[in-house]
């Protein structure tokens, strides 16, 4: 088993709260509690470890997302003890130690000034949070592994006054779609890259 993605959030904002509850087939997530993200290899083995958090905590699961190559999990509680032993009940399970999660590395970064609205209207079709209109700025990250998008996403609405768009947080890539002013964007995407690169791990060179 290879423990690819464990990141802990804080405090959840108020944007991306709502974007989980969107896409949560799990108990959705509230405003203000703290989570923790999860992706492993293989997908199915993490049925293992959503067994492990819930009988040791009183975490609720967000998501478990079952895939053949890669599982992702989420848990969340107001009290941030208890997400933090959920993270130590599931790496006891697993063996893991935070250390053997993989570095997150930005695969891409793009800012679009001024879009267009037809290309507003692309976006704005396949979303599931806000929307971004015409003459707007549009930012797109890719982030492997998957699951850093969620971090990405929640640190960005804690920087700037931004609209998150939509956000992908498994399968062999994440990815996070932005909108909002160009100050705003540009300040939310030095945001982005401070926390992923003060996350540690082991190397992620590709």
Excluded at 96 to 121: C, M, N, V, W, Y
Aim: aromatic fraction near 6%.
């Amino acid at each position: 088993m290879e423990l690819r993605t464990f990141t802990y959030i804080d405090i959840l904002q108020p944007q991306f709260t709502g974007f989980l509850q969107t896409v949560s087939q799990g108990f959705m997530p509230l405003e203000g509690q703290a989570a923790l993200f999860l992706e492993i290899s293989p997908g199915i083995a993490i049925n293992q470890l959503t067994d492990a958090a819930l009988k040791a905590t009183r975490v609720q699961p967000g998501m478990q997302i079952v895939e053949r190559a890669y599982g992702l999990l989420e848990v969340h509680d107001f009290d941030q003890g208890e997400v933090r032993s959920a993270g130590e009940a599931i790496c006891a399970r697993a063996g893991f130690r935070i250390e053997d999660r993989l570095k997150p590395r930005i695969l891409s970064s793009q800012i679009l000034t001024g879009i267009d609205g037809h290309q507003a209207q692309l976006i704005n079709r396949m979303r599931h949070g806000d929307m971004i209109a015409a003459g707007q700025t549009l930012y797109i990250l890719e982030v492997h592994p998957a699951a850093y998008a969620a971090i990405a996403a929640n640190e960005a609405e804690k920087a700037a006054n931004v609209r998150i768009l939509e956000v992908v947080t498994f399968g062999a890539f994440g990815r996070l779609w932005l909108g909002g002013g160009e100050a705003d964007i540009a300040e939310a995407a030095k945001a982005i890259e401070h926390v992923l690169a003060s996350i540690t791990g082991r190397d992620n060179k590709g």
